[in-house]
């Protein structure tokens, strides 16, 4: 697929709606009028530490029973966490830019906790909001209680690209509590994991993300609108792990680890296909996907998934793998006025971070036989998912979808190995 910088610009001129379950939205003085920044990252490379306080109600936002020593200290520790996330993730997403001094890139920043003051950058408030911003949000006609958590972005300093804001996370009771979210009792006194993941979620915003379109499948993808009300949900037991989980799905990496089972339906003709491609004789019972670094492993599984027989392997050299389905995820506006940058086109807008797909040829060995075969290896980044998929060396499709949870592209369990031609 060939992609040039101009496609990329074009996509990323799409409109974005600000709507559902996080809001994610900048206050504009002086009429309402349109502004072509806002959303343009917060703070980019000029910004070398970004001042950051909490407040918090601990009255309406029930902490786990050992944060209550030091609130300010336990949350500072939760921020850092979602923090660091994203400096890592957005060295991966920004990778293309960051020797370009004239290219704005985004993650670089420091965070430095103080008392909230007028030079605030960033403001975290649980369960608290002021009666001035409650007061702005009526005169945008927003009602924060519709939110599990928002980001805001209040000021925008035009020649510095530099912004302002806070994030808020819902209180559990009280008059801030939500009035329109299932929401389960006191969600933030579990643990971290939910509190971590919904400040993940609205830092992406700060970075200047927007809630995806092509992780919109799932209420489970990190930038999805949907994911902070997930978050919050009562106990569901197929959420569970994406909710208490260790860690914060990958956004712009891909996981070096994945691993998935799938029982194919025996009468979808594209599994003869998948049976030829893999030397059986006939259409297994389940199959078990496993990826481990540099290897894919393929091999069958009992009905409860437990691996039985190795079929074959895919080696991968991650070394070689080259980028591809490139897609701009961060951009930004560069109004005439500011200063930090020397713009290289005539078009304002500049891509920030760029989520891509990874391509090789792999051999397919098979485990019972000398037989080897090539294939065209996709592996993309969805999520806590490996998306698995190429082409064999006689131009069949090999889809080894989401091989992590054994979803298909539609999001239903169940055959995810696809053979078309
Ligand atoms: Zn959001």
Request: proline share 17%; glycine share 6%.
């Given at each position: 697929m060939e992609t040039t910088m101009k496609n990329l610009i074009f996509a990323a001129m799409a409109t974005v709606t600000l709507a559902g379950p996080c809001y994610a939205g900048t206050w504009v003085g002086g009429g309402g009028e349109f502004n072509m920044d806002s959303q343009n990252p917060w703070f980019v490379q000029n910004t070398t530490t970004i001042k950051a306080c909490v407040l918090v109600d601990a009255e309406h936002f029930h902490l786990p029973p050992y944060a209550n020593t030091d609130p300010n200290r336990y949350l500072q520790g939760v921020i850092h966490v979602a923090f660091k996330y994203w400096q890592d993730e957005l060295a991966v997403g920004t990778r293309w830019f960051r020797q370009d001094k004239n290219a704005p890139t985004v993650g670089t920043q420091d965070l430095e906790f103080g008392p909230?003051?007028?030079?605030?950058?960033l403001r975290f408030q649980f369960g608290t909001l002021s009666k001035a911003q409650q007061a702005a949000f009526r005169d945008q006609g927003q009602d924060p209680r519709k939110f599990v958590s928002l980001a805001v972005r209040t000021d925008y300093d035009r020649i510095h690209l530099k912004g302002k804001g806070f994030i808020y996370v819902t209180a559990?009771?009280?008059?801030?509590?939500?009035?329109n979210v299932t929401m389960m009792p006191q969600p933030w006194a579990h643990g971290e994991a939910r509190l971590i993941k919904v400040l993940a979620h609205e830092l992406g915003h700060v970075f200047g993300l927007q809630h995806t379109k092509r992780l919109d499948r799932y209420d489970s993808d990190l930038m999805s609108s949907g994911f902070p009300a997930v978050m919050v949900k009562p106990a569901d037991p197929d959420e569970d792990e994406v909710i208490n989980g260790s860690g914060i799905p990958v956004f712009f990496s891909v996981n070096h680890r994945a691993d998935g089972s799938i029982c194919p339906d025996a009468s979808d003709p594209n599994w003869a296909a998948v049976v030829s491609f893999l030397n059986l004789s006939t259409v297994p019972a389940c199959l078990n996907i496993t990826r481990t670094d540099d290897n894919i492993e393929i091999s069958t599984t009992n009905q409860s998934g437990e691996r039985q027989a190795l079929l074959g392997s895919l080696h991968l050299d991650l070394g070689k793998m080259w980028p591809t389905d490139l897609s701009p995820a961060i951009t930004i506006w560069l109004p005439?006025?500011?200063?930090v940058f020397t713009p290289q086109s005539s078009d304002p807008h500049q891509i920030v971070a760029i989520l891509a797909s990874y391509m090789q040829t792999a051999e397919y060995r098979d485990a019972r036989s000398n037989m080897r075969r090539r294939m065209l290896v996709t592996i993309a980044p969805e999520g806590d998912n490996n998306n698995v998929y190429g082409l064999t060396d006689d131009g069949q499709m090999l889809d080894l979808t989401h091989i992590s949870d054994g979803r298909n592209a539609d999001g239903i369990s169940g055959p995810v190995i696809k053979l078309a031609k």
């Open positions: 909230c003051a007028d030079d605030t950058d559990d009771s009280g008059p801030l509590r939500p009035t005439p006025d500011q200063t």
